[in-house]
């Protein structure tokens, strides 16, 4: 048995230890956001937050996450109010089959929770641990920097309003 | 099937279109089936065939095959093409919004679906426009036309003062009719008529084609919706994984299951000549088990494959048909200079990021395969054949995967699940490829050899080119059950027929070897050669890269030897094709380019430029680069691209700056990095560790797309059109940053660094 918090939600799965946190996500929990796309570490399709760092989840075990906070696509929005960087996507068009978008978007997430100005060089060297085929490299960097964006107007609406 | 007016029963002497050309009779033959009963039975009139109908409704000649409304309203459009990321779930959509007068939201539409859409064969080709989207066209103006006809009849007005906008049709005091109350019994279950009766909507008043409208797909993928394949979970699914055989041809020696079959949560264990395939109640204990079970499994291997490091050489001496695609003698003077060239490209991957998934069920008697390759139909056709089932015992759906680019592992995991379901009836079974899985065992891009022999007179003018390319197949899609891995792995299973040359003009290793260019002496041979020692079929394009790689390498070489500039030299020689012309202007001035100022500097940074038509009837583009060249490790940095594409008329103008933008990377990252490494028995490229593309780090500084509109014109397929002019654009650029010429891909920094010598 594994205690996680995804999402900011307690769950318990039954599993053995040594499964991957991928696998809780997709084949337990029944989420979308992670994909399968290595199992290597390799291409990033799989990428979610723990406790705000960008990791594989495709190599992480369930048996090491206890006590610590799980974020993926799901945590970020949904489909009616979705997040700053599914907004960015959505607005620069920034997918094509859109398989390995999930896993950018997480470690972009990840990129904007430590540092919410980021430059082209800071978003290409961060994103270069991600695979995308399609070719939607400079659409996906326009993106985070359009997220960033939004980030920084809403930080200064709140604390006007504060 | 319940309709009762069928067109088949119009009277062959009184067309549809006869009527209409008759002048409003047309309600006759649309609204009410006792006025078509009541028709005579006209004697057959000798007259000339009808011209063929438009697009895709050449296969399927019936309106209700492609547009469907019911008495409520809902308006479903059917296409047998699937949505493979490049955004036609959207486009199709628009084209028939436009051409029905409905808005963009009220449509939905089906994707390929063997018990439900047309048969449309592969999406493949950059076709879906042009076969699906011109059908959708025309079916969508001639429905519009038949409510408005019924709708006319109904308020007894004159037609011509009704429009269909906005989902109503509307008379000239303001009545309204929805589109439902007019679609009573069976009015769009007849044949279409030809494209001269289509009252297509006039460019000038397009509402929803030519507009960028945001994708109908992207909101789900960035927010964890169920947008895949690999995200679909019937109730009661076990998850599968195949061990593969560690090499092409390798037998299944032996291998001991029993113990696989004791593992936790294991169902199964499914050992089938050289198939050997495991069944788990959960992903991971299907994974840990495959694991298992392919450590148990013991092979005999052979070698079967060229070396690698020498196969440039020993591809163009092997067994070859000639096919002669261009043999034209003309009047040109003796050349002035020539050049003698040769130019290669090794096997390339798809290398989807996702590895394939299949899922399937066999209940009652009924196989359902869900998947995600390109043509539902041919693989009905393979899974019938492969489990010998009757055709209409197998449906075959649709469902979105990772993108494919061509023939990937798609097909194989559809027919794996399938083959498994068979033989565990009852239950939905997910087969979920791993990574090694999908690098080793999809079918590849064939390598390729390209030679040319072209001439120069003394003005700079071509006077002859002689040009040859050697290359296995590029296709051996299903078919049958034959071109599966399952097929040809099972006991007593199935053989790949023996693949054949598609004809041109799309061709397959020849695709594009036709240059755009004017020359008098013309001389193509296509080599077939399908040794087919490596596993091999269709990657975006086929031949068109590597041909225009070759043929757009081969022309910046005799600008230089002519001291031309390579936009110069290049318009000089399409001034018969005032688009091309257009098209190369455009990517030259939006890039800045400057005559001269870009031949071989041998600075370490260099511009390049390319065009080409992809295979010379879809859609143009020229593509403008620059690079830089780090002296020091020879790696190739992309600083930015700048590309002019004419389309025909613009359907969604974001929609095709995407596809455009995203083949000039792929194409870069086939260039500089890409190769598949093989030994003698293995393939080695097993992982992306060993497979290198592109990363966020090196892609260009900036990509640029210009989109020239053609309003009325026909549509041209984009999805491949960038991948060829972009790799020839590097190398020249490369040529120009570095002053040496390099005609073997991939760009890789180990090789610039030799042609530099540094």
Known sequence: ????????????????????????????????????????????????????????????????????????????????KPGPLQRAFIEEQAAQCGYCTAGILMRAEG?????????????????????????????????VKRAAEYLRTAATTDSNRT | MTNKIKSAKLPSGLSRRALIANGGALVVGFSLSDALAQ?????????????????????????????????????????????????????????????????????????????????????????????????????????????????????????????????????????????????????LKVKAEPATASKLRDPKSYKVIGKSVQRVDIPDKVTGGAAFIQDFRPEGMLHARVVRPPSYGAKLASVDTARIETLPGVRGVIRDGNFLAVIAV????????????????????????????????????????????????????????????????????????????????????????????????PLQDAVAQLIRLPKDKVRCIHLEGSGCYGHNGADDAAADAAYIAFKMPG?????????????????????????????????????????????????????????????????????LPAPQPAPQPNGSGDRNIIPPYKVANLRLIHNFQPHMKLRVSALRGLGAYSNVFAIESAMDELAAVAGEDPVAFRLKHLVHDARATDC???????????????????????????????????????????????????????????????????????????????????????????????????????????????????????VEVHVIDRPGTPFLGTGEASQGPTGAAIANALFHATGQRIRALPFTAPRVKAAIGV
């Not at chain 2, 051409?99 to 679906?113: C, I, K, R």
């Not at chain 2, 992903?283 to 196969?311: D, G, H, N, R, Y």
């Not at chain 2, 390729?448 to 003394?458: C, F, H, L, S």
């Open chain 2, 427 to 495: 239950v939905p079974i997910r087969v979920q490829w791993m990574r090694a899985d999908e690098h080793l065992w999809e079918p590849y891009g064939a390598g390729m050899v390209m030679r040319v022999k072209a001439g120069i007179d003394a003005k700079g003018m071509l006077t002859g080119w002689d040009y040859e390319v050697f290359t296995d197949t590029h296709s051996t899609r299903p078919g049958g059950a034959g071109s599966t891995l399952v097929g040809q792995s099972i006991e007593n299973g199935f053989k």
């Open chain 2, 584 to 702: 190369v202007k455009l990517a030259a001035e939006k890039f800045g380019w400057k005559a001269g100022a870009v031949t071989g500097r041998g600075n370490g940074r260099g511009q390049g430029v390319a065009y080409s038509r992809y295979k010379g009837l879809a859609g143009y583009c020229a593509v403008a680069v620059e690079v830089e060249v780090d002296q020091e490790t020879g790696r190739v940095r992309l600083v930015r691209a700048v590309a002019a594409a004419d389309s025909g008329t613009v359907v969604n103008p974001d929609g095709i700056k995407n596809q455009i933008e995203g083949g000039i990377i792929q194409s870069a990252s086939w260039t500089i990095h890409e190769q598949v490494s093989f030994d003698r028995t293995r393939v080695l490229s097993r992982d992306w560790s060993r497979y290198p593309i592109l990363r966020f780090s090196e892609t260009f500084e900036s």
């Open chain 1, 1 to 80: 048995m594994a205690k996680l918090s995804i999402n900011g939600r307690a769950v318990e799965v039954d599993v053995e230890a040594d499964t991957p946190l991928l696998y809780v996500l997709r084949d337990d929990l029944k989420m979308n956001g992670a994909k399968f796309g290595c199992g290597l570490g390799q291409c990033g399709a799989c990428t979610v937050l723990v406790d705000d760092k960008a990791v594989f989840s495709c190599m992480v075990p369930v048996s090491v996450l206890e006590g610590r906070k799980v974020t993926t696509l799901e945590g970020l929005g949904t489909i009616d």
């Open chain 2, 39 to 187: 028709a005579p039975e006209a004697p057959p009139v000798a007259a000339a065939p009808p011209p063929p109908l438009p697009g895709s409704l050449r296969v399927a000649p019936m309106i209700d095959a492609w547009i469907r409304i019911d008495a409520a309203g809902k308006i479903t459009v059917l296409t047998g093409k699937v949505e493979i990321g490049q955004g036609v779930k959207t486009a199709l959509r628009q084209v028939a919004a436009e051409h029905l007068g409905v808005p963009l939201g009220s449509v939905t539409l089906v994707t390929a679906d063997t018990a439900r859409t047309v048969n449309e064969g592969y999406t493949a080709g950059s076709q879906t426009l042009q076969d699906s989207g011109t059908a959708i066209m025309h079916a969508a103006a001639q429905a519009r036309e038949i409510l408005i006809k019924i709708a006319a009849d109904k308020l007894g007005v004159d037609a011509a003062t009704l429009k269909a906008e906005d989902g109503f049709v509307v008379a000239a005091d303001g009545k309204r009719l929805g589109l439902g109350e007019l679609v009573a019994g069976d009015v």
């Open chain 2, 282 to 377: 959960r992903e991971f204990q299907a994974v840990k088990a495959m694991e298992q079970l392919a450590a148990a499994a013991k092979w005999s291997e052979q070698p079967t494959m060229p070396e690698q490091a020498s196969f440039a050489a020993w591809l163009p001496a092997q067994d070859k048909r000639a096919i002669p695609i261009r043999d034209v003698k003309g009047d040109a003077p003796a050349p002035a200079k020539t050049l003698d060239l040769e130019y290669f490209r090794p096997y390339h991957m798809h290398g989807s990021i996702g590895p394939s998934c299949g899922v399937a069920q066999f209940k009652d008697g009924d196989m359902t395969v869900w998947a995600c390759s390109q043509g539902m139909f």
């Open chain 1, 111 to 143: 990129l904007l929770r430590e540092n919410r100005r980021p430059t082209d060089a800071q978003i290409r060297e961060r994103l270069s641990a991600n695979l995308c085929r399609c070719g939607t490299h400079n659409r996906v960097i326009k993106a």
